[in-house]
Nanobody, 122 residues
Framework: QVQLVESGGGSVQPGGSLNLSCVAS????????MAWHRQTPGKQREWVAS???????NYIDPVKGRFTISRDEMRNAIYLQMTNLKPEDTAVYFC????????????????WGQGIQVTVAS
């Protein structure tokens, strides 16, 4: 079973940047889709961005142009570069992955990290 561990969260002012990392305990080469979701208290977990093994990226509209997801097969890791952060980006961010894209978008991925807090406030 692959374990995912996130790092890089924290607090930042609006307009600032953060880079999240997610490192897997094993190979991600067989995990077709890797992604980031986020969740705020009282709300459902929300898909934010995903990347396929072939490098196809997708984002939700609110983060397009501000967030960049990337994948490093050699390091068994994925990343989320977040720029021009807004207070509404405040959430716990979860790294996840699944061989099936539909499961990732539905939030039912097989592999999940424990989550990491991102806070955007003045």
């Amino acid at each position: 079973q692959v374990q995912l561990v996130e790092s890089g969260g924290g607090s930042v002012q609006p307009g600032g940047s953060l880079n999240l990392s997610c490192v897997a305990s094993g190979s991600i080469s067989n995990i077709f889709v890797m992604a980031w979701h986020r969740q705020t208290p009282g709300k459902q977990r929300e898909w934010v961005a995903s990347i396929t093994k072939g490098g196809i990226r997708n984002y939700i509209d609110p983060v397009k142009g501000r967030f960049t997801i990337s994948r490093d097969e050699m390091r068994n890791a994925i990343y989320l570069q977040m720029t021009n952060l807004k207070p509404e980006d405040t959430a716990v961010y979860f790294c996840n992955g699944d061989p099936k894209y539909v499961k990732v978008v539905a939030g039912t991925s097989t592999y999940w990290g424990q989550g990491i807090q991102v806070t955007v406030a003045s």
